[in-house]
């Protein structure tokens, strides 16, 4: 885990107090829609696509078979990072929920502060729009690694925090089909703002 960094922050809005996160991941996932995942070196991105799992009952989710090691943050507090390494090469950063095995996948991010260091982090990509577009594009863009796996995101002590700036989340949304995944592929918790180019993949609804 990464050592707590303590100093005083100036965070672009307030951070999400804990019972937010204590809902079932399908409540909280399209709730953090416009919501602003934040790094206390200035980098911050909105959070334009979200994907919720709930390990009770989805096979997709890294809970389904229960408790492991690798997955014991899921089953903490609620407003911590969950962050795991997936394809030998990527990391992907999630919020754990309530009740214990749901979380949220922050699939991508609107760069909104600290691009150039985003830049730094991400050299390869020729457009700014492909910064945080993807769950493992936008780790790197925000300097995630396993080292943030189990960070407290309400304590805001730890480095970084999700805030809300006064956006609201957008209105009538409805669920599609979750992407990048074999199993459960049918349940609509994938959710993302309408319209907006940083979402990283095409948004299909079901009413």
């Given at each position: 885990m990464a050592k707590r960094t303590h100093q005083t922050v100036v965070w672009p809005g307030s951070v999400l107090p804990r019972r937010f996160f204590e809902r079932p991941a399908t409540t909280v996932a399209p709730h953090l829609l416009n919501k602003i995942l934040a790094c206390a070196d200035g980098r911050a991105g909105r959070i334009v696509e979200v994907e919720a799992y709930v390990g009770s009952i989805d096979p997709a989710a890294h809970t389904f078979r229960g408790k492991t090691a690798r997955n014991a943050v899921m089953f903490g507090p609620a407003g911590h990072m969950y962050v795991y390494f997936t394809y030998g090469m990527h990391w992907c950063c999630n919020c754990v929920c309530m009740p214990a095995g749901e979380g949220v996948l922050i699939r991508a991010l609107e760069p909104l502060h600290g691009l150039e260091r985003?830049?730094?982090?991400?050299?390869?990509?020729?457009?700014?729009?492909?910064?945080?577009?993807?769950?493992?594009?936008?780790?790197?863009?925000?300097?995630?690694?396993?080292?943030?796996?189990?960070?407290?995101?309400?304590?805001?002590?730890?480095?970084?925090?999700?805030?809300?700036?006064?956006?609201?989340?957008?209105?009538?949304?409805?669920?599609?089909?979750?992407i990048g995944i074999r199993l459960a592929k049918d349940l609509p918790w994938r959710w993302s703002v309408p319209n907006n180019r940083y979402v990283s993949g095409p948004m299909v609804t079901r009413a």
């Open positions: 985003m830049r730094d982090a991400r050299p390869w990509a020729t457009k700014d729009r492909d910064l945080c577009r993807g769950p493992a594009r936008l780790t790197q863009a925000m300097g995630i690694t396993g080292a943030q796996n189990g960070i407290d995101l309400v304590g805001a002590r730890d480095g970084y925090a999700i805030v809300d700036d006064g956006t609201a989340p957008p209105k009538g949304l409805a669920g599609g089909p979750r």
